[in-house]
């Protein structure tokens, strides 16, 4: 069997270390950075370099290879058999982290994500022996791991296997005889072992899919578990209504819900840790007609907050909302609806604004990220701790920056409004549909508008769209309909945003759909955005009390504002997304 030549671990460390910038992989002063950082910090330093994106992880992959001389391979666009991965056992896969994927005659092509895991190289090493085998040793990242072994695992297969099981369980108890009345048979359900493994292989692959929610719903003949993947709803599994009480009941135990109380909606939480990372589900049951419904949002705290760049924000409004995050008080609000990544684009900024010589507050709902010096409260209604009540203990912890997750009544805004007028750097979300759109929104909770112009610094909205799949890209020519929506959008946009666009001969992309995207075309999400900045003219128009389309009028004319569709189609033309996609998300 091929092996990877193991050194000692200090030496290999600090030689691949050298290896990595001699290669050009990292420039030195980056990775004399990102030491310092990862010692302080307490973590490995090449999880760092991946996590804090000095190196993308295929590309140190690439590097290991590189260094170990082994092979790099991408497994996530390759079909494995079964019978391949039948070869070791689940467990053995699993637990030494690599992946057989190819067999052509005795040779055995295997892909390992750590060369220098000796018990996994003694393991391939009893393989080839046993089966007869020559293997070939690759180095593949763990996300392309993840990805091959999800791809094996039907969900389907699993909860089919879950199902089988309890069907037995339930014969051999009738069998017996010991049949029990149904309230106490339904808690006993619970505790057995298929209805669990069935709760926990919805997870997981929800998890693995990066499902942001799993939605689980009974009808009158069965019931159904339903994904939000890049934020549309995908049909994943359907059940027997007879394990539905079962199932809601092993979610209410995990959340520390009332089983017995399927009336009236409960909200809970749960947490799980899975391959190292923490991940935090939020429960809200609901009560229907043929039964209790059950969604889970999920929340990876161990995932860190992008850059502004990494979401999308370019061009002036990129420009705006650094200047605007400059100044040294006043309000900065973000809008948009329930999951448009509002919060996400404040933890960006939390993130830029994080120094040591600034005391940053926050009072959420939920904490969604994690963010080392920043000081994070969640706020807690049942006990009295809101929005409004939060804030104003905020107030009396000195604090230089604040973000509060939402404003919701006049009380929140006034303090949020006299919070920014003495002194402090507020920030802020409102569900409005457009970034101008939040002015009468405050103004109709009773803030003054003398109030607003004073402490506004600038308003942004924004929306989620679709990425095209990078592995199935390809350039087209937009349908009549389409070009006509993208030149009359365009009409308006100053020149500078169209850098690198031909408006005469246009093109756009699309993905023709693939393994790696599930044959969506899509994979994963970027922010459209649109940003107003409160200037002395703008200011001017909310004292005179302006209808907010009015005002927006005036940015869109006389300040070059670029609205959220037409930063969305300047998007499309570049190629992140599609104008379809964009007109999805943008109509009115």
């Not at 982290?97 to 895991?117: G, I, M, Q, S, W």
């Not at 000195?398 to 006034?414: F, H, L």
């Amino acid at each position: 069997m091929q092996q990877p030549v193991v050194s000692a671990q200090s030496s290999r460390t600090a030689s691949f270390e050298t290896f990595l910038f001699e290669k050009g992989f990292i420039n030195r002063e980056n990775l004399i950075k990102a030491r310092v950082e990862s010692v302080t910090a307490h973590r490995n330093l090449f999880d760092y370099l991946v996590t804090e994106r000095y190196v993308s992880e295929e590309d140190l992959t690439r590097a290991r290879g590189l260094f170990f001389n082994l092979p790099y391979v991408d497994l996530r666009n390759k079909n494995i058999s079964k019978e391949l991965l039948e070869i070791a056992s689940k467990e053995t896969i699993s637990n030494y982290k690599f992946v057989p994927f190819e067999l052509l005659a005795d040779v055995l092509k295997v892909a390992l994500t750590d060369p220098t895991n000796l018990s996994a190289l003694e393991a391939l090493e009893f393989l080839s022996q046993k089966k007869k085998y020559r293997v070939e040793v690759y180095i593949t990242s763990y996300s392309s791991f993840q990805a091959a072994i999800r791809k094996s695992g039907s969900i389907t297969k699993e909860v089919t296997a879950a199902l089988q099981e309890a069907v037995e369980k339930e014969q051999a108890d009738v069998t017996k005889k010991q049949i029990k009345p149904i309230a106490v048979e339904e808690s006993k359900i619970v505790d057995e072992g298929p209805i669990s493994k069935i709760v926990d292989v919805v997870i997981r692959h929800a998890i693995e899919a990066k499902a942001s929610d799993i939605h689980v719903e009974p009808s009158e003949e069965d019931l159904r578990v339903r994904y939000r993947i890049d934020g549309v709803l995908h049909s994943s599994l359907i059940l027997p209504k007879s394990v539905h009480a079962a199932i809601i009941s092993r979610i209410k135990i995990l959340s520390n819900l009332k089983i017995d109380e399927q009336r009236l909606p409960q909200d809970g939480r749960f947490h799980v840790g899975l391959e190292g990372k923490s991940i935090d589900f939020r429960v809200s049951t609901f009560p229907t007609v043929v039964g209790e419904k059950v969604v889970l949002r999920i929340l990876d705290k161990s995932a860190g907050a992008p850059t502004l760049e990494e979401l999308g924000i370019s061009g002036r409004r990129l420009e705006t909302m650094k200047d605007a995050i400059s100044k040294p008080h006043g309000m900065f609000l973000m809008t948009g609806p329930t999951g448009s990544g509002k919060s996400t684009t404040l933890y960006a900024i939390l993130s830029i604004l994080n120094k040591p010589g600034v005391n940053i507050v926050t009072l959420e709902d939920p904490v969604e990220y994690f963010i080392d010096g920043v000081n994070q409260a969640q706020i807690r209604p049942e006990i009295g701790l809101t929005f409004a009540s939060g804030l104003r203990s905020i107030l009396r912890q000195d604090p230089n920056i604040i973000m509060v997750g939402e404003i919701r009544d006049r009380e929140t805004a006034e303090l949020a409004v006299n919070s920014a007028l003495t002194g402090h750097l507020v920030f802020s979300t409102l569900h409005t549909n457009s970034a101008i759109g939040g002015i009468p929104r405050l103004v109709d909770m009773g803030i003054e508008p003398f109030l607003l112009t004073a402490s506004l610094n600038l308003l942004a909205a924004q929306r989620l769209v679709r990425k095209i799949c990078e592995k199935c890209k390809t350039q087209t020519k937009p349908t009549e309909a389409i070009e006509k929506i993208i030149r009359t959008e365009m009409a308006t946009v100053d020149s500078s945003e169209l850098a690198g666009i031909n408006l005469k001969d246009l093109k756009v992309w699309i993905g023709r759909g693939c393994p790696v995207c599930g044959n969506t075309g899509y994979k994963g999400r970027i922010g459209i955005y649109e940003t107003a900045a409160v200037t002395k003219s703008i200011q001017e128009l909310i004292n005179d009390r302006q209808m907010a389309i009015k005002i927006e009028d005036y940015a869109v004319k006389e300040e070059k504002m670029i609205l959220m569709r037409q930063d969305g189609i300047l998007k499309a033309l570049r190629g992140a997304t599609t104008v379809e996609e964009v007109i999805r998300v943008t109509k009115e």
